[in-house]
């Protein structure tokens, strides 16, 4: 099985299992009056949709290049994730405010018990889930399972958080302070969204840097530590390179200025250097466009 089946085979079955989750939040929250397990049904609900077009990406991104898409399909990943981390922010705000409304409203009274078995039975399945993607994923690397298995992370962790939350509140119902179970649902909520909120930014954020085609750092670093290597090494006049990251794809264009000398060298010696800097710099599991240029003339860099 290839990465690419691999990963879509990951992708399919996460998408089974949220719509399950989905349906189950939703139903238990309205059963039991809980306004966190809704969050968490309406959270796995659109984890299902960003899923689903991750998926459909996925199988974009395994066909060949065409005459539209001449540099590939990559761009399409970030874009997910830019989306998927926005709606996510999105609906954390959202339901951080409703919270807010809720306990300024005086709480509100839970049926614990479909409230604990809910959370119970979904935590074990999400953890499970979490791992066992985890451990597929140390197999193919892939953004996009990466970000399904943090997605799962979170809703395990919601549900055991949840799970906790309830039975604080089924015990504080046995105790003089009784009322203030009326305010644990909402008062969870208010915690796992803090929690939670940072995650599904700095996704959107890393995202839209490589829409927009920002060069990261550390590979602006590894390709400028090679070249002045390698200007020392074989004496070019200078150099000028661009390079980003898009997705698992890495575009990485470099022009070098030599003098009429080592221009009489031939294609042969050019095609060394060439190898010198592909081996260096890797070739990201053939994900690299890449081109290195040699001119006398520095107008063409």
């Known amino acids: 099985m290839n990465i690419m089946t691999a990963e879509q085979a ?3 079955r996460s998408i089974r299992f949220t719509i399950i989750l989905a349906s189950l939040g939703i139903s238990f929250g ?4 809980s306004l966190a397990i809704v969050f968490d049904g309406m959270f796995s609900a659109v984890d299902a949709g960003m899923c689903s077009l991750a998926f459909l990406v996925s199988k974009i991104l395994a066909q060949p290049d065409n005459r539209k898409f001449q540099y590939g399909f990559w761009h399409l990943e970030p874009l997910v994730l830019a989306f998927n981390g926005s709606i996510l922010t999105f609906i954390c705000i959202y339901a951080f405010i409703g919270a807010i409304l809720d306990i300024m409203a005086g709480g509100r009274d839970l049926t614990l018990g479909f409230a604990m078995i809910y959370s119970a039975a979904v935590s074990f399945m999400a953890f499970w889930i979490y791992a066992k993607h985890k451990r597929l994923n140390r197999k193919i690397e892939s953004d996009l399972v990466a970000l399904d298995t943090q ?3 979170m809703a395990a962790s919601i549900s055991a958080s949840l799970l906790v939350a309830f039975t604080l509140a089924l015990i504080l119902q046995q105790t003089q302070y009784a009322y203030l179970s009326r305010y644990m649902d ?6 796992l969204i803090v ?9 959107a954020t890393a995202a839209i840097k490589e829409v927009l085609q920002m060069t990261p750092e550390s590979l602006n670093n590894s390709v ?4 002045e290597r390698l200007k020392l090494g074989y004496g070019f006049k200078h150099y000028r390179f661009y390079a980003t ?4 794809g890495m575009f990485i264009e470099i022009h070098v200025v030599v003098d009429g000398e080592l221009a ?10 060439r190898q010198a800097i592909s081996d260096e710099l890797g070739d990201n599991d053939g994900e690299m466009w890449f081109t290195v240029s040699f001119t006398c003339d520095e107008k063409w860099i």
């Open 10 to 12: 990951i992708l399919k």
């Open 30 to 33: 309205l059963v039991s009056g």
């Open 151 to 153: 997605s799962w992370f």
């Open 186 to 191: 909402s008062g969870v909520l208010l915690v």
């Open 195 to 203: 929690w939670l909120i940072p995650k599904p930014i700095k996704m």
């Open 224 to 227: 400028t530590s090679l070249m």
């Open 245 to 248: 990251q898009i997705g698992r």
């Open 264 to 273: 009489q060298k031939g294609v042969a010696y050019f095609d060394e250097i």
